[in-house]
């Protein structure tokens, strides 16, 4: 310990008197610069440590007694001006820190701002397109519903429409089935009733062929030349026709033959039906008075 504190001593007044010749600052002096400007902290730090290097090359070339004290006071020197140089550089360091946090902390309220605004103008533009398309959506609705209104009444007009055809249809179904029965059984009974009829037609065709046949002998007649049948060719203002085609003439009274030839052109077979006679009565009463209007009997 004898040796370790003489040698600290003798370092130290090295250091000491290596100071007093180069004019260099001691620790008292380091404290009042520290009312100095930055720039002028900055050049005495600078100079320091120039110094200090200067120091520590000198301080190799000394003898071991006279390293001891020098060492300590230029240790003591340099520490102090160390964390002095520490100090201001941890001030820096904080101050630049904090303004790099602040700085940080702007540019994300910058982005939460325009982030923000970009969501509040997005939002908006679905809005407004969600209104457009809400409109829109409205209006074809409303046309769907009116299409399917009118479609659905359609649909029901049609439906009755249908039901009362069908309705219709089987009306006539029923009808045309029951004309039919009607008809076969008219037909089944008409059936016989001609062949009566037919029966009772031959056996009075008969008797009056033998009475004409014999009339006809008695009166002698002979065939009148107008009955033949001769159609003229006539012109008349550039139009060819004949003439008398459709005409014959007959050896009778006009009036008896024109009752006669009505009576026999306007007689409809229904008449038996509606006069409620049977065909064989209706038949001879209608040959009789055919014949009487002819002066045959």
């Not at 000491?16 to 400007?37: D, M």
């Amino acid at each position: 310990m004898a040796e370790h504190e003489k040698v600290d001593a003798a370092l130290l007044a090295g250091v000491t008197g290596f100071l007093a010749k180069y004019n260099t600052p001691n620790h008292q002096q380091g404290k009042a610069s520290s009312a100095f400007s930055d720039d002028e902290l900055v050049i005495n730090i600078n100079q320091l440590l120039a110094e200090s290097e200067v120091l520590l090359s000198a301080i190799e070339n000394l003898p071991q007694e006279q390293i001891a004290p020098a060492v300590l006071s230029s240790l003591n020197v340099v520490t102090s001006v160390s964390s002095q140089r520490d100090t201001t550089k941890t001030d820096q360091l904080l101050s630049d820190q904090r303004r790099e946090h602040r700085n940080i902390q702007a540019a994300k309220r910058r982005q939460r701002y325009h982030k923000k605004t970009a969501n509040c103008s997005e939002k908006e533009k679905m809005r407004y397109a969600d209104n457009l398309s809400l409109s829109a959506w409205r209006a074809i609705a409303v046309l769907q519903k009116e299409k399917r209104l009118e479609t659905e009444q359609n649909h029901k007009q049609l439906r009755s429409a249908v039901v009362e055809r069908a309705r219709v249809i089987h009306q006539m179904k029923m009808l045309l089935q029951r004309f039919k029965a009607d008809e076969g059984k008219n037909e089944s009974r008409e059936d016989g009733d001609q062949r009566f009829l037919f029966k009772a037609l031959v056996g009075e065709l008969d008797a009056i062929y033998a009475r004409t046949h014999q009339t006809i002998r008695e009166a002698n007649f002979k065939m009148s030349p107008k009955l033949t049948y001769k159609p003229m060719r006539r012109v008349n203002q550039g139009v060819e026709y004949f003439d008398n085609t459709d005409a014959s003439g007959l050896p009778f009274d006009f009036n008896d033959t024109s009752r006669a030839m009505s009576l026999l052109m306007t007689t409809d077979p229904s008449m038996i039906r509606n006069k409620c006679l049977s065909q064989e009565t209706f038949l001879g009463e209608y040959i009789q008075e055919l014949l009487i209007h002819l002066s045959i009997l």
